[in-house]
């Protein structure tokens, strides 16, 4: 009888969890769509547990939306994580969240997993570029025909804004 109340109180809990808008979940189409709008874009991949994320979040980031011209560049943010209410809020306290979507990946969320995910999502958007995936953020610059531009932006503001002049 335990048992079955844990049981029933776990399938609770997970029901429970913060469903995503299907609409925020990035694949192959969704991109088209989102960089086929401007000239380039800038793809940010993260997750939460990275504390280099965390900081471009905070600051980076929204001081390069701030500064580049909006009529030729965008910024793509994707999270790789599983945890959506944490990835809304750290969205939401950047002031970045018009173009914030998921990667749907399998496993947990943490580890070689989302690593597989980045690397099955980037080859099979971009499978003529070997961009690097050895570590999170993965930050790249693509143009409107998914030609990959910058195979790795740097994580500083200073030195983005020096690629993109």
């Not at 109180?9 to 989102?34: A, N, Q, T, W």
């Amino acid at each position: 009888m335990r048992c079955l109340f844990v049981v029933t109180l776990l399938l609770l809990l997970f029901s429970c969890s913060h469903p995503v808008d299907k609409k925020r979940i990035i694949d192959s189409k969704k991109l088209d769509e989102i960089i086929s709008k401007k000239d380039k874009t800038l793809v940010y991949i993260w997750t939460t547990w990275c504390s280099g994320c965390r900081k471009s979040l905070e600051k980076t980031l929204p001081k390069l939306i701030q500064d580049i011209n909006e009529e030729e560049y965008q910024l793509l943010l994707i999270a790789v994580s599983k945890n959506r209410a944490e990835v809304d809020s750290l969205v939401e306290a950047s002031g970045l969240n018009n173009n914030s979507f998921f990667l749907d990946f399998i496993g947990p969320d943490k580890g070689k997993f989302q690593s597989i995910g980045i690397r099955q999502f980037l080859k099979s958007n971009f499978p003529n570029e070997k961009i690097y995936t050895g570590g999170i953020p993965v930050f790249v610059l693509v143009s409107r025909d998914k030609e990959v531009l910058v195979k790795k932006l740097p994580h500083t503001y200073d030195g983005v804004m020096e690629i993109l002049k």
